[in-house]
């Protein structure tokens, strides 16, 4: 074998190397894969594995439940400022002047900031054509215009009411139906784009644009529409239409947007409540024109960020400004309210689906039109299911944004995938209906994925599918059904993802990254991996990351995370393995290549009795620490994105009580896959989070805007509703370990699918339970006793 | 929040001499906090009276009535023997209110006098008809959660859940101000929009609910509650209903039947009652006084579900009274 100063200087070098591949409890079977000859050999299934695999709690799960976790909200400096953003209260509208003078006359207040443009929102595409103004025109109510920082919040929340601006209002559209008829309000003059994040959103550059549509476009992320639809309708023998809405959610995370900046004449410190270190460091060197290195981003614990928490925002700029004048540290979160309406938030959806399939189940085309709104955002498309779930030859997505007067859309846990699951799923379940093929059948015949097939027995078997019987065949006011949906998701790679370990002479093991922990519990992944190559366990590795003066970590979105940043553990781990077992082999008088390392020790594999304890090993270093950085390698062979899919199928047992229309989630069998495993305990925490989120989307969440005056009227969570424990139902998780060598950890991510299913699932037991159609969520008891009235009505009352 | 000082009276009469209109009585806090929060209520003054003391007793009288002090908490009601015995549907509307840790701090005082919870009441944005401005927001706005009876000017609903418990029991209420105590029916302390759109009570500026009394039940009083809410965790109702039934065998001798969340005050359902009085209770019987408890209902444009809901309610809780013969 190759020594690791060799293998790196000489890349080029590769090795045959045999992998478990297939699904545990079906099929393994070994591949042949030429790998970089740097790479740690092969990892067996879980099974024959100590540490990874095996159901770990979270490492920081102490610091958590007893408060004792440091959050971006919690931080404290020295002489630290109180922030308070100043928002628009109107919805359109030219600010004429802004008069800061009382506000900086306020006792206590440090600095005031005005915001010289706005981050997050699309922007007219040929600046010439935007309004002329001397601030950033408000294009939504809520739009953060300013900040004062003082010495305490209550000085700052008063001295922000202080700041006099003097607003020209415009016309607004709220309504997304409304912004698409001919003399709607604009929102834009002219034609707008917005860039994407490290999340995703935003949506494709350059689209023509008519009054506040913008599109449509076709075709996906992965590619150009396929076939031709109208010859795959052709050769249809059944065909099932349907239109379907879904509304705007948002994020809600616990934690709120948050920063605190701390200028200072050598860098600057943010701490920040983010999803990526690396990307609010490089959004904030952008804007302050600082290099990279000056700027440093700790994010210890952040209180959940779902696909909006990517960048500096708003906020982050403000503080940062703040602090900069003040000469002080200024903590900037935002409340409640300006969360739900600046902060970002999943785009509606307003879809029509086709499906024409032949009368053996086969699909043969697939059309979705879909008009939805990221308000003053871009990217509402829901196109990712119908492009990618099933094999169809014929697909073609239609999808447009429709522009309003309301905050923009940002990234959100699987971006335009619950939307288009609802719809598809729905349609799905109709069409098996007309053809009299099992649901399951139906995607069996027409979905390629083998973990999934594989879900839908499992998980089948787990909720009781054969109980299931024909839609509406209960008598009584209270009607029970099942349904099934699935999810299909993606492996992302952030190849700019590295990790050191370090191993100092008392023994002690440490890892460093600039990945943050979103909450799946990243810290005790990597743990486990390190402490399986070592021998040693989780709890004795000490995991230091969410700081960017560690190496650069990947942002947590996508999914990406410990498909990402596992595989540089490992290796990194494995780098350290070999330095240790070249000293514990001179001493033990064998080749390197047969020592083990298992329970603390180094063993001679032959024969265990043989060996040393790591600490023995360690005591020999001849430095009193080594270190071993190692950086994402690629997929062995496969690109960073598009060619694997993951996803998984839910199956949902509801209960409708047909005289208040009060749907009750009763069962929620989530069969899943995510690649290899590495935490299995976290990753049926991170199912259970989705399928909740999934409850939640599907029954509850909904952000109403007033039309009259543009105002959300619901901007906290008491009116904003979210599921809560009395609406959480029972949850089995089915997990499959699946190998598909494609790294030297092989796993994947579980963030995104696990939620992606859940609302299309329970629609369909909805029918199953009534045999009537919800076609828009939430299905609150207004809309379910409409849509049951309006069912009666078309069968004269026999329901 | 603005700046404010604070008394903290130690007795009734400290506490009314510490009021004016510019002051906010404190009991529990938990509706004022939220007032003040949002720049509702600015008062210069809050008189904390939660150490009042003889504020927080249950007590039972001679006659079999209860007098509840004002300061007992949600939770405290909902766990007493003597109120799960003697009035259950006040026990019941309290322990569906709001969430654990709010019962453990708000006061029966407090949850009959909040304000509510219409989302154009609740933000300073919107200079509605109850703050003074000549606008109701929700008649042509987001109304999914308003009143379906009694909706003109202003469309709120009453957000007391223990009033509705009360109305139903023909509670009183024992107010005190400078010049003593004068004693009111429940159902006649709230006020409608129609006589004063910027209140929902008939409270003075200077003056304390001292006690609530129920009187002791009738024999063969038998009861049910019923809150739904589009959650059961921490949500507010959509449909709520308080039934007392004095029973003579199968015979309704008398009903008492109130919806909360449906009007501006606890909605008494009086033909729904005349339907049962002197009735057996059998299902048709029901479903007529059900039918009767929403004749007349005026709903706006997003909340005509309510009205179907309010008709099930009462059905089924009638039906649940009546079971507990």
Same mark, same amino acid.
């Given at each position: 074998?190759?020594?690791?100063? %060799? ?19 079906? %099929? =393994? ?115 953060? *215009? ?48 917005? #860039? ?101 981003? =700790? ?66 085309? =697939? ?87 594989? %879900? ?25 059904? *099942? ?34 922990? =979103?909450?799946?519990? *990243? ?129 949902? #047992? ?40 999934? *409850? ?104 | ?13 400290? !506490? ?12 529990? @806090? ?101 703050? @003074? ?27 007391? !859940? ?52 129920? &009187? ?44 909360? $969340?449906?009007?501006?005050? &606890?909605?008494?359902?009086? @033909? ?26 005026? &709903? ?9 809901? $309010? ?15």
């Amino acid at each position: 074998m190759a020594s690791k100063q %060799e293998s790196k200087t000489s890349p080029s070098t590769t090795r045959a190397q045999k992998f478990p591949v297939g699904i545990a409890g079906v %099929e =393994i079977t070994q591949t042949e894969i030429e790998v970089p000859a740097s790479e740690p050999p092969a990892l067996g299934v879980n099974s024959t594995l100590n540490v990874i695999g095996k159901p770990t709690p979270r490492l920081d799960g102490r610091l958590k439940v007893t408060g004792a976790a440091r959050y971006s909200a919690d931080v404290r400096l020295p002489g630290m400022l109180f922030a308070r953003t100043v928002s628009s209260p109107l919805p359109h509208a030219r600010i004429r002047s802004i008069d800061t003078t009382a506000a900086e006359k306020y006792p206590g207040v440090r600095a005031v900031h005005v915001l010289e443009r706005i981050l997050g929102s699309a922007v007219v595409r040929d600046t010439s054509k935007e309004m002329p103004s001397k601030y950033p025109i408000v294009r939504y109510a809520g739009q953060p *215009i300013a900040a004062v920082a003082a010495t305490s919040q209550t000085a700052a929340n008063e001295a922000a009411r202080l700041v006099k601006i003097d607003f020209e209002p415009l016309p607004f559209v709220v309504d997304e139906d409304r912004a698409r008829e001919p003399g709607a309000p604009l929102v834009f003059p002219a034609p707008a784009d917005q #860039e994407g994040t490290a999340g995703g959103g935003g949506g494709p550059q350059g689209i023509a644009q008519n009054g506040n549509v913008r599109g449509p476009s076709k075709g996906g992320m992965f590619g150009p529409p396929r076939g031709d639809i109208t010859k795959g309708f052709a050769e249809a023998e059944v065909t099932v239409e349907g239109e379907f809405r879904t509304q705007v959610q948002t994020h809600s995370a616990l934690e709120t947007h948050g920063i605190v900046a701390d200028w200072k004449a050598d860098g600057l410190t943010v701490y920040a409540s983010t999803q990526g270190t690396a990307s609010v460091r490089d959004e904030i060197a952008e804007v302050f024109g600082l290099p990279k290195s000056r700027v440093r981003v =700790i994010t210890e614990f952040m209180g959940g960020g779902f696909g909006a928490k990517f960048g500096a925002g708003n906020e982050g700029v403000l503080a940062t400004h703040l602090s900069k004048k003040a000469g002080a540290p200024v903590r900037l979160l935002l409340d409640r309210k300006e969360e739900h309406l600046s902060t970002g938030n999943r785009p509606s959806s307003h879809q029509t689906v086709r499906i024409g399939a032949r009368k053996d189940g086969t699909i043969t085309a =697939i059309h979705l039109v879909n008009y939805g709104t990221a308000g003053v955002g871009t990217g509402a498309g829901a196109g990712g299911p119908a492009q990618n779930m099933y094999t169809c030859a014929n697909v073609l997505t239609e999808e447009a944004d429709v522009f309003i007067n309301a905050g923009p859309a940002a990234a959100f846990r699987a971006p335009g995938h619950p939307q288009g699951c609802f719809a598809l799923e729905q349609m799905i379940d109709e069409l098996a209906e007309r053809l009299g093929i099992d649901p399951l059948v139906l995607r069996d015949r027409n979905d390629a994925n083998p973990a999934r097939r594989v %879900e839908r027995q499992r998980g089948a078997d787990v909720i009781g599918w054969s109980r299931r019987r024909p839609a509406g065949s209960d008598s009584g006011p209270v009607k029970r059904g *099942i349904g099934v949906a699935q999810s299909v998701w993606y492996r992302f790679t952030d190849m700019d993802s590295s990790v050191e370990v370090r191993v100092t002479r008392d023994g002690s093991v440490e890892l460093l990254s600039g990945v943050q922990d =979103i909450g799946g519990g *990243i810290r005790t992944a990597l743990a486990q991996v390190v402490a399986e190559e070592l021998g040693l366990k989780a709890s004795d590795i000490n995991v230091r990351i969410g700081d960017t003066m560690y190496p650069n970590g990947p942002a947590s979105g996508g999914s990406v995370t410990t498909n990402s940043i596992t595989p540089p553990a490992r290796n990194a781990a494995y780098a350290i393995r070999q330095r240790l077992f070249a000293l514990a082999a001179a001493e033990l008088g064998v080749a390197p290549d047969a020592l083990s390392a298992a329970d603390g020790r180094v063993f001679v594999a032959s024969d265990s009795s043989k060996g040393l304890t790591f600490k023995q090993v360690a005591r020999k270093l001849k430095t009193e620490q080594i270190a071993e950085l190692a950086t994402r390698t690629p997929n062995y062979g496969k690109p960073e994105r598009g060619f694997d899919n993951y996803g998984g199928v839910q199956f949902a #047992e509801v209960s409708v009580d047909t005289e208040t229309g009060i749907v009750t989630v009763e069962r929620i069998v989530a069969a899943h896959d995510c690649g290899r495993p590495i935490n299995p305990l976290a990753a049926a925490s991170q199912i259970n989070g989705g399928v909740l989120q999934g *409850i939640s989307y599907a029954l509850y969440e909904n952000r109403l805007m007033d039309r009259n005056t543009g105002l959300m009227v619901n901007p906290n969570f008491e009116q904003y509703k979210i599921a809560g424990s009395r609406e959480t139902p029972q949850i089995d998780v089915v997990l499959i370990d699946e190998y598909r060598a494609r790294s030297s950890t092989d796993a994947g991510g579980i963030g995104e699918p696990a939620t992606v299913p859940t609302s299309g699932a329970i629609a369909n037991a909805f029918y199953n339970a009534t045999g009537v159609r919800m076609r828009e969520i939430p299905m609150t008891p207004a809309r379910v006793l409409a849509a049951l009235a309006d069912a009666r009505g078309r069968t004269g009352g026999a329901r | 929040m603005n700046a404010f000082s604070w008394t903290d009276a130690r007795t009734v009469d400290e !506490a009314l001499a510490a009021l004016d209109g510019t002051t906010a009585v404190k009991a529990g @806090g938990i509706d004022l906090l939220d007032l003040m929060k949002e720049g509702l209520a600015t008062p210069s003054r809050l008189v904390n009276i939660r150490n009042i003391k003889g504020l927080d007793k249950i007590a039972t009288t001679d006659a079999g009535a209860l007098r509840i002090g004002p300061l007992v908490t949600l939770d405290r009601l909902s766990s007493d023997d003597e109120v799960r015995k003697r009035a259950l549907v006040l026990a019941e509307a309290a322990g569906h209110a709001a969430t654990p840790q709010i019962r453990n701090m708000a006061t029966l005082g407090g949850n009959l006098l909040q304000r509510p919870r219409c989302w154009y009441f609740r933000s300073e944005q919107f200079n509605c008809l109850k703050k @003074g401005g000549d606008h109701c927001f929700a008649q042509e706005g987001e109304n999914q959660y308003h009143a379906i009876f009694g909706n003109q000017p202003c469309a709120i609903v009453h957000p007391s !859940a223990t009033a509705t418990a009360l109305v139903a029991l023909h509670a009183k209420l024992e107010i005190t101000g400078r010049s003593g105590a004068r004693e009111v029916a429940i159902e006649d302390f709230f006020s409608t929009p129609e006589q004063d759109v910027t209140r929902e009570n008939t409270l003075g500026t200077a003056e304390l609910i001292t006690a609530i009394v129920v &009187p002791a039940p009738a024999s063969g009083a038998v009861s049910a509650y019923t809150k739904l809410g589009e959650k059961e965790s921490f949500d507010w109702p959509i449909g709520e209903v308080a039934v007392v039934l004095e029973m003579n065998g199968s015979v309704c001798r008398s009903a008492s039947i109130v919806l909360g $969340a449906v009007a501006p005050i &606890p909605w008494r359902a009086r @033909g729904a009652e005349a339907a049962l009085n002197g009735k057996t209770l059998d299902n048709a019987t029901i479903a007529d006084a059900a039918r009767a408890a929403v004749a007349g209902a005026t &709903p706006l444009a997003h909340n005509g579900y309510k009205v179907a809901i $309010a008709e099930a309610l009462v059905r089924r809780t009638i039906q649940a009274a009546g079971a507990s013969v």
